[in-house]
């Protein structure tokens, strides 16, 4: 691969969103013991919404929660918003007085350091691969008397990836572009990255090799092209209709797309963002049913 035609970059740098979240203060949070008394939890702080769906789904108490388009979900309704996940409100942070705060290695380089300012021990969880998910559910199932949840979460997890490893055993795999979008520009994800590994994990191959565990590369559509890959996959992150009418726009203008095998064979899929996050998130068994059927359609229809 050569260096001169690709460039590492950080995702959160790329994408900029204004949110003006809540300030009210949140009660402590409750949960039932085994015994059926009420105890008090520990104050947790889920800064993205990837942790929050992550806590809802181990049955975990929140005091905040990020602002965000997405529905969060219902079991924290009324709950203190602290604002954008990659520029949270430190004051409405440190105002909840948490005892923990969540937020993912993917924003470590650009929010340790305000959080380290703000007086406010972060921790970030890696989500960054199905792997890594895995055992940051194990070691919070452990943590907060949660694993039965984690456990029954994680096998529906390894479940489905047997289950595809057994479906596509024999078969010729893929090769796989994967573009990750933001507004008014897109990145190419490296195998490194959350989609890379679902990728990986539903029998792809992806045509681009990041360097220094880079997630995502910037590479122009000549050098694409060369790799010639058998999918292509687009991922909107941030505004997801623009996104896709930006992709669209650039299919159709740029006349080297026409020359991509994915693109002569119809391809080229837009990928859910709501399954397909910059980071992990607990649609893994939904995620790799999409990734299935667009990476072997013949053995879907049978």
């Keep these: 691969m050569k260096k001169s035609l690709l460039l590492s970059f950080s995702l959160s740098s790329l994408v900029l969103f204004a949110c003006q979240p809540m300030v009210e203060q949140a009660g402590p949070a409750e949960y039932k013991s085994h015994n059926g008394e009420s105890e008090q ?5 889920a800064t993205t919404v990837s942790t929050t769906e992550l806590a809802d789904a181990l049955e975990l108490e929140l005091v905040g929660i990020p602002t965000s388009y997405k529905d969060l979900p219902t079991r924290y309704e009324g709950v203190t918003e602290i604002g954008n996940p990659m520029s949270p409100d430190m004051e409405s942070i440190r105002s ?14 650009d929010l340790e350091d305000p959080f380290l300012q703000a007086g406010v021990d972060a921790d970030f969880l890696d989500l960054q691969s199905v792997e890594s998910m895995i055992n940051e559910i194990l070691q ?37 572009l994967i573009l990750m979008g933001v507004p008014g520009s897109y990145l190419v994800a490296t195998e490194h990255s959350y989609i ?30 060369q790799a010639n890959p058998d999918v292509i996959l687009r991922a909107a992150h941030g505004m997801p209709r623009e996104v896709i009418d930006m992709f669209d726009e650039e299919f159709q203008t740029n006349d080297i797309w026409k020359h991509f095998n994915a693109v002569k ?22 995620a790799l ?14």
């Design 140 to 176: 919070m199932g452990e943590a907060y008397d949660r694993r039965e949840q984690a456990t029954s979460l994680i096998d529906s997890f390894t479940e489905k990836i047997e289950q595809v490893e057994n479906e596509i055993k024999g078969l010729q795999p893929p090769s796989v």
């Design 196 to 225: 890379g590994d679902l990728v990986r994990l539903a029998g792809g191959i992806n045509v681009i090799q990041g360097e220094n565990e880079a997630e995502y590369l910037a590479s122009n559509t000549e050098y694409l092209q």
């Design 96 to 109: 909840l007085q948490p005892d923990s705060v969540w937020s993912v290695t993917t924003l470590q380089v």
């Design 41 to 45: 939890e520990e104050r947790v702080i």
């Design 289 to 302: 049913d999409e990734l299935q059927k667009m990476l072997y359609p013949r053995n879907e229809s049978k």
């Design 265 to 286: 064979t119809d391809r080229v899929y837009d990928l859910e963002e709501l399954l397909f996050g910059t980071t992990g998130n607990i649609a893994v068994v939904e």
